[in-house]
């Protein structure tokens, strides 16, 4: 998946940082955006690809996240070497991983201010 894919939905970001685990590569970067009432979509992407590693989509008590096979076992040691659950967005919302990106880029389509992920 290309962030290209996703920016014409989600549109202009609110925040860009470069992501700063070491699982995704040196040109990893991270964007967030801040949706209707609480609906919150955040990328790492690698910045001179587009390539998505992951793409995380949360609203109220939901919280989805596409993670690319290719990179997910690293991103997976990674939050094992800092301590950081990765079934868990919080204490109280666990993520529910989809594998295939046509999921994610459904869902994505779905966003409105009266949506439930």
């Known amino acids: 998946m290309n962030l290209m ?30 949706g209707e009432e609480n609906h919150i979509a955040s990328t790492v992407f690698d910045l001179n690809t587009g390539l998505i590693y992951c793409l995380e989509l949360f609203t109220g008590e939901s919280a989805v996240r596409y993670l690319d096979p290719d990179w997910a076992e690293a991103f997976l040691e990674e939050c094992v070497s800092k301590d950081v659950n990765p079934d868990w967005l919080s204490d109280s919302i666990p993520w529910t991983n989809v594998g295939n990106p046509q999921t994610i880029l459904a869902l994505l389509g779905t966003l409105s201010g009266d949506t439930e992920l």
């Open 5 to 34: 894919e996703i920016l014409p939905t989600l549109g202009e970001p609110r925040g860009t940082n470069k992501f700063e685990w070491s699982c995704w590569g040196a040109h990893s970067q991270y964007l967030d955006w801040g």
